[in-house]
C-alpha cells in the first residue's frame, strides 16, 4: 500500500472533499462542514481506499443533526 496519497480534483491541486449541510435546503447562511479525502493506493493493482481526514469535523455535524431531527420529532409544532 502507498499511503496517504493527496487527492486533487483538478489543475489546481484543490483536495478533493466530502461535505455534509446542517440544512440542505438553506441557499444563505449555510452551515457546511468539509473533510479532504486521502487515498490509500495498491502498489500491485491499484485498488485505492479513500479516507477523510477530518472526520471528527463530518461526525459532530452529523451528530448536531441528528439531534435537532430528533428534537423536531419529539415536540412536533403546533399549528395555531
Ligand atoms: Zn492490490
Same mark, same amino acid.
Given at each position: 500500500?502507498?499511503?496517504?496519497?493527496?487527492?486533487?480534483?483538478?489543475?489546481?491541486?484543490?483536495?478533493?472533499?466530502?461535505?455534509?449541510?446542517?440544512?440542505?435546503? #438553506?441557499?444563505?447562511?449555510? @452551515?457546511?462542514? *468539509?473533510?479532504?479525502?486521502? !487515498?490509500?493506493?495498491?502498489?500491485?493493482? =491499484?485498488?485505492?481506499?479513500?479516507?477523510?481526514?477530518?472526520?471528527?469535523?463530518? #461526525?459532530?455535524?452529523?451528530? @448536531?443533526?441528528? *439531534?435537532?431531527?430528533?428534537? !423536531?420529532?419529539?415536540?412536533?409544532?403546533? =399549528?395555531?
Amino acid at each position: 500500500m502507498i499511503p496517504e496519497l493527496h487527492v486533487a480534483g483538478d489543475q489546481y491541486f484543490l483536495p478533493v472533499c466530502v461535505y455534509l449541510d446542517e440544512n440542505p435546503r #438553506v441557499m444563505f447562511g449555510k @452551515r457546511t462542514t *468539509q473533510s479532504p479525502l486521502r !487515498a490509500w493506493v495498491c502498489g500491485d493493482c =491499484g485498488y485505492t481506499e479513500l479516507y477523510a481526514t477530518q472526520v471528527k469535523r463530518i #461526525v459532530s455535524l452529523h451528530q @448536531r443533526i441528528q *439531534q435537532k431531527q430528533r428534537k !423536531a420529532r419529539d415536540q412536533p409544532e403546533t =399549528g395555531t
